[in-house]
């Protein structure tokens, strides 16, 4: 393959915004104006392959910055081989700077002109519990009695539900959509699996690796006085307290073999986004040489304890045990990998996975479960979290 890069303006005036880029069928990953858009597929690569098949394509550009990159989605299980996209033309925005990339002749013109605005329909919607509401709190009482037995420290139980429309839904409006709601999180889309996550599972630029694990969350409510004292009430919570701790101790753990150093903050700060609020902890270090990939790193940290538990392998077990479905990429981490192992990954959470005609999205929502646990608090706070991924689907 070979692959040219210019600036972004040797091809328009205005630079288009990477949801229009991405539209219904192409791939996206930004955050606050910052990210990748692409149309077209170049090629598919296994993740543990993408870096040196990047390193092997012929690279003619004239952004001392740029490198040829690739995006996708780990899926949940831990050593599960994920598939990555090289898209055909791929724009590329970065603070004071934007490029496209394009792999063997594809067409920039084309992949650049304005898509067709989604058109407003009013179609009627149905939402289903695809796992009877009964079998997630029996499964969160499951993990929450193995935590108090000793058998693990926290396990994060989810449930699924189904919207079904009784026509196709338009992946381009509901990305709009996000963006003016979530414009903070990590908005994603690839081969139908969309969403907007809060969370940075890994990021490398250059030799700096950060992370910045979240776990606890309480609603927002929209009054400002009323979410500053829930947020103060999570941050005073012992049992979101721990499940944070434990969160951030084994991100921590996994990186340190990794890297000369690595800091992180001495609190928890809030975190906040439209519908929750979290607990957060940012690290940041430096690697050691050679340095290992982006995804070498995801692979060491998918799944956090965030989405999986701890220990992880004895949480697994009781999540394919008790929960009653196949998480498939939800709680893997999506984002992207360049020629030189740079990349930004978040954790696959607040996500919708789509059907191939469009008609329907699973959307999955979990919690972490620790001794002092309630089934039912816990259900409360996966309805809290699926609200991102509806509010942004279903239009009456």
Not at 137 to 150: F, N, S
Not at 157 to 184: E, G, N, Y
């Amino acid at each position: 393959m070979h692959a040219v890069t210019r600036p972004l303006s040797e091809f328009v005036d205005i630079a288009p915004d990477l949801n229009d880029i991405a539209a219904d069928e192409g791939v996206l990953f930004v955050r606050g104006g910052i990210g990748l858009a692409g149309r077209g597929v170049a090629a598919r690569v296994n993740d543990h392959d993408a870096v040196a098949v990047l390193a092997d394509i012929e690279h003619d550009s004239t952004v001392e910055q740029a490198a040829v990159l690739a995006v996708g989605v780990t899926p949940f299980r831990p050593g599960a081989t994920a598939e990555l996209v090289i898209p055909e033309v791929c724009v590329v925005k970065r603070a004071g700077a934007a490029w496209v990339t394009a792999i063997d002749g594809a067409d920039v013109s084309a992949a650049l002109e304005p898509p067709e605005e989604p058109t407003p329909s009013a179609p009627q919607w149905r939402i289903e519990q695809t796992v009877d509401v009964d079998h997630y709190l029996t499964a969160v009482a499951t993990a929450r009695d193995a935590v108090r037995r000793g058998e693990l420290t926290k396990a994060v139980i989810a449930r699924p539900i189904q919207v079904t429309a009784d026509a196709p839904i338009s992946i381009h409006a509901i990305l709009r959509r996000l963006k003016a709601t979530f414009s903070s999180s990590y908005r994603f889309s690839v081969d139908g699996f969309i969403g907007a996550s809060p969370e940075l599972l890994v990021e490398v630029e250059g030799a700096v690796v950060r992370s910045h694990p979240l776990a606890g969350t309480t609603p927002r409510t929209g009054d400002v006085d009323n979410d500053a004292r829930l947020a103060a009430e999570l941050q005073a919570s012992a049992k979101n307290q721990i499940e944070h701790r434990v969160v951030i101790d084994d991100v921590h753990d996994r990186l340190l073999p990794f890297v000369s150093y690595l800091d992180e903050e001495p609190e928890p700060s809030i975190v906040t986004v439209a519908n929750v609020q979290h607990l957060g902890t940012r690290l940041e270090g430096m690697l050691s040489q050679p340095a290992p990939s982006v995804v070498d790193l995801v692979q060491v940290l998918c799944p956090t304890p965030a989405l999986g538990g701890h220990p992880r392998d004895a949480a697994v077990d009781l999540i394919e045990r008790v929960e009653g479905f196949e998480r498939g990429r939800y709680g893997g981490a999506v984002g992207w990998v360049d020629a030189r192992g740079n990349g930004t990954w978040a954790v696959a959470i607040r996500c919708a996975e789509f059907a191939q005609d469009r008609t329907s999205a699973r959307l999955v929502a979990g919690g972490g479960i620790v001794a002092d646990s309630e089934p039912l608090a816990e259900l409360a706070e996966t309805q809290a979290k699926f609200q991102a991924m509806l509010s942004a689907i279903i239009r009456p």
